[in-house]
């Protein structure tokens, strides 16, 4: 399965509270349906059937996305980010991923 544009499930996530949300205040035909789509958007997004596992789907994927968005050591990325955080932390050229500071 392709990994879901990570702005687009944060879209559909944010959709989908917001729906649930209302509900839970009033009950209302149209955020009904919202809900619905949504749903049904949030599981073709995350490859389930249901939205009770597409929630936790949209999480792993979300959090695996964050760690390939981290620079690695030995790519043009790490190369920058080690050189952006060496000048930043006095010098020091760090030694792997674990050392490089994110940039602000």
Do not use: K
């Amino acid at each position: 399965m392709a990994v879901p544009d990570t702005r687009e499930l944060r879209v559909l996530l944010a959709r989908y509270a917001d729906a649930r949300i209302t509900l839970a205040r009033r009950e209302d035909p149209a955020v009904r349906r919202e809900l619905e789509r949504v749903s049904g958007a949030l599981c073709a997004m995350t490859g389930t059937r249901a939205v009770e596992d597409a929630l936790p789907a949209a999480d792993r994927l979300l959090a695996v996305a964050a760690t390939r968005r981290r620079p690695v050591a030995g790519t043009v990325a790490g190369a920058v980010a080690g050189s952006v955080a060496g000048t930043v932390a006095g010098g020091a050229v760090p030694a792997g991923p674990e050392d490089v500071v994110p940039a602000a």
